[in-house]
Structure formats: structure tokens, C-alpha cells
């Protein structure tokens, strides 16, 4: 298992990104969803990425085809998400405060689009149902479905797709 460099630096990865979000939520509970975060630990992902493609193409070399390259940092990548969302929704699951926050923040969002005039009647009218069901959410908390997480981890894996072929094609052109 440790031989193969997807799998080695994506526990790693996936150890490192865990640790970052520990730190954050024992800090700063209200940072735990900041934007700035999110897209900051993928800085993280991509280092780890480009770690176990350095690896593998010191081993095995570049000469080969793009999707055999593209294969090792495309496995650290999931393997780091995947350790990410687990210790995500486990969180939510422990912290149903976490939840909350995320509802209200959505929910602030939504009154302030609505707010600022979006135009469209039809779309206000989708923008005030939106709001009653956050509403209704919030009055009545229940533990987060793991069907939205699965969802955020396929999202998440296209442009981890993107972010491997990016970092293989730098990697390929330096060594």
C-alpha cells in the first residue's frame, strides 16, 4: 500500500487536511466554513498531488501516456478528499451547531439577494421558498442527510481531475 504514491500521499494529504481543519474549528469555530479556507486547503491537495506525480514519474518515468500520468495525482486527490469529507460530515454529525451556522448564512444570503431585487418574478418566488425551507430547517434541526456530502465529493472530484492534469503537465515539463 505504501509503495504506491496515490495512496501514500493521499493519507497523507488527507491527514494534513484533517489537521488544518481540527486546528481551525478548536481556534475559530465560526472561521470552520469560511470561504477562504476551502479554496486555501486545496494549496494542500495540490501540494500532495504534485508530490506523488514527482514520485512517480522519478520511478517510472514521463514517457508514457497522459492518462497513466494523470492517474497517480488523481488518486491522492480522492483519497484526500475523501478523508476531508468524512471527517466533514462526522464533525456535523458531532457539532450540530456547524449546521446551524451554515443555514444562516445561506439564509442571509438569500434575504439579501431577495432584498436587492433579482427582477424575475419566478426566480424571487424560487428565492422565497428557498428561504421558508432553511426557515423550516432551522426551527426543526435534524442530522446532516450523507447524501449532500456524496454530492459535494463527485462535484469536487472533476476539478480534482483538472487540478491533476494541471499539476501533471507542470511536473512532466520539469523533470
Not at 476551502?38 to 498531488?49: D, I, K, N, P, T
Not at 514521463?62 to 475523501?82: C, G, K, Y
Not at 421558508?132 to 447524501?147: F, T, V
Amino acid at each position: 500500500m505504501w509503495n504506491n504514491p496515490g495512496i501514500r500521499f493521499g493519507l497523507l494529504g488527507g491527514f494534513s487536511v484533517v489537521a488544518l481543519y481540527t486546528l481551525v474549528y478548536t481556534v475559530d469555530k465560526d472561521s470552520y466554513h469560511h470561504t477562504g479556507l476551502y479554496y486555501g486547503s486545496l494549496v494542500v491537495y495540490a501540494w500532495f498531488m504534485f508530490m506523488a506525480s514527482r514520485s512517480d514519474i522519478s520511478v517510472n518515468g514521463s514517457a508514457r501516456d497522459f492518462r497513466e500520468l494523470v492517474r497517480i495525482p488523481f488518486i491522492t486527490f480522492l483519497i484526500t478528499n475523501l478523508c476531508f469529507w468524512l471527517f466533514d460530515y462526522g464533525l456535523h454529525l458531532y457539532d450540530s451547531s456547524l449546521t446551524a451556522m451554515e443555514l444562516q448564512a445561506a439564509l442571509a444570503k438569500l434575504k439579501a439577494d431577495l432584498e436587492g431585487g433579482v427582477g424575475d418574478p419566478q426566480q424571487a418566488n424560487a428565492i422565497r421558498d428557498q428561504i421558508a425551507g432553511i426557515e423550516k430547517s432551522l426551527a426543526n434541526p435534524a442530522s446532516q442527510p450523507l447524501g449532500p456530502v456524496v454530492t459535494q465529493m463527485f462535484i469536487g472530484a472533476l476539478g480534482g481531475f483538472a487540478l491533476s492534469a494541471g499539476i501533471v503537465t507542470f511536473v512532466r515539463n520539469r523533470l
